[in-house]
């Protein structure tokens, strides 16, 4: 269903449920009644069917949150203005998110989960792509059949191997998907929304890009080894720490690095999402690219040339 508004856009209007709204407009408190027929037979299907009509008014709600959010901001997002651009009573959708940080956080873990379903999703492209070009996991593959991007194309072959590969899909997917969803990037990594802690509930699908690169690095380690500079001892105990709390398996000396390159990759993706690459970087997908692959050296992926500079070799445990 849809209706029309006074700016003159149509948009949905949740699914009329029995025990949502009275003629009058008001909240009503019955239950809606069963069908389910004499004997037991069709057991369920009231059931399920309310549960598919809290679905379907629960996505109405979040897509309507959304446009406000592109259009508002998150500071300025309001239920009663998302009940009533929808065609609901507030007392009714208080029922589906009880506050406004609830709502918030829906949208928070649902862009959370889209981006790392994007992330998740560009690896086991590209590795399906290797594997039909019949690429061994590790060893160095050619630019060629659309592999690695045109950026890298006369690049060192140390950057052109299965997991270095790997790395740059998932860090292109990250920024393909904040290009393309600037609003929703922007509530996960813009400014803080005044008045909102984001709940643990966040934490799983907010670290699942970080997962998918850890597990990137846990590869290489397998297959090559990492080569990496060895830390100075001022942050020795500081490596370690980071290594105990986000992946022990893997040494310090990796893990300090790591979570540099998460940040630096975030905050590529976010200079060129907010405009802080105007009049400065004209090729950006070259130049993300290009960086991406710096940070994977960064962080033991790429073996250094003869001669480049001291790095220690961390081999398959």
């Known amino acids: 269903m849809s209706t029309a508004h006074r700016d003159g856009k149509t948009r949905p209007t949740a699914p009329t449920r029995p025990e949502e709204t009275t003629e009058g407009g008001e909240a009503a408190g019955a239950a809606e009644p069963s069908s389910r027929p004499a004997g037991g037979r069709g057991r369920g299907t009231a059931g399920g069917a309310r549960a598919r009509a809290r679905e379907e008014i629960t996505a109405v709600i979040k897509d309507e949150a959304r446009r406000q959010l592109a259009a508002e901001g998150a500071a300025k997002l309001s239920l009663r203005a998302v009940a009533r651009e929808i065609g609901m009573v507030s007392s009714a959708l208080y029922r589906y998110f009880p506050s406004r940080d ?53 690049s060192d072959p140390a950057y052109r191997t299965a997991v270095v590969g790997r790395w740059v899909a998932v860090c292109r997917a990250v920024r393909e ?108 997908e070259d130049f993300f690219v290009r960086s991406v692959a710096a940070l994977a050296a960064s962080v033991g992926l790429v073996a250094p040339r003869e001669g480049a500079g001291a790095a220690g070799t961390i081999p398959a445990p």
Do not use: C, K
Not at 118 to 144: I, K, W, Y
Not at 192 to 203: C, D, L, S
Not at 233 to 249: I, K
């Open 102 to 154: 609830e709502l918030l956080t829906a949208l928070i873990i649902d862009a959370y989960n889209a981006l790392g379903a994007a992330g998740e999703e560009a690896d086991r492209s590209f590795v399906n792509r290797l594997e039909e070009a019949g690429e061994a996991a590790g060893s160095t593959a050619g630019p060629d059949g659309g592999l690695f991007p045109a950026a890298l194309a006369d």
């Open 177 to 284: 998907w904040a290009l393309a969803r600037p609003q929703e990037y922007a509530l996960l990594y813009g400014s803080p929304v005044p008045g909102y802690t984001a709940p643990t509930a966040t934490v799983g699908p907010a670290s699942r890009i970080g997962v998918l690169l850890v597990d990137i690095v846990r590869e290489g380690r397998r297959t090559t080894g990492l080569s990496v500079q060895p830390l100075p001892a001022s942050l020795a105990a500081e490596a370690r720490r980071l290594a105990d709390d986000l992946a022990p398996d893997l040494p310090p000396a990796v893990v300090m690095p790591m979570v540099a390159a998460w940040a630096q990759l975030f905050g590529l993706v976010s200079f060129e999402v907010f405009g802080q690459f105007n009049r400065v970087v004209e090729s950006r």
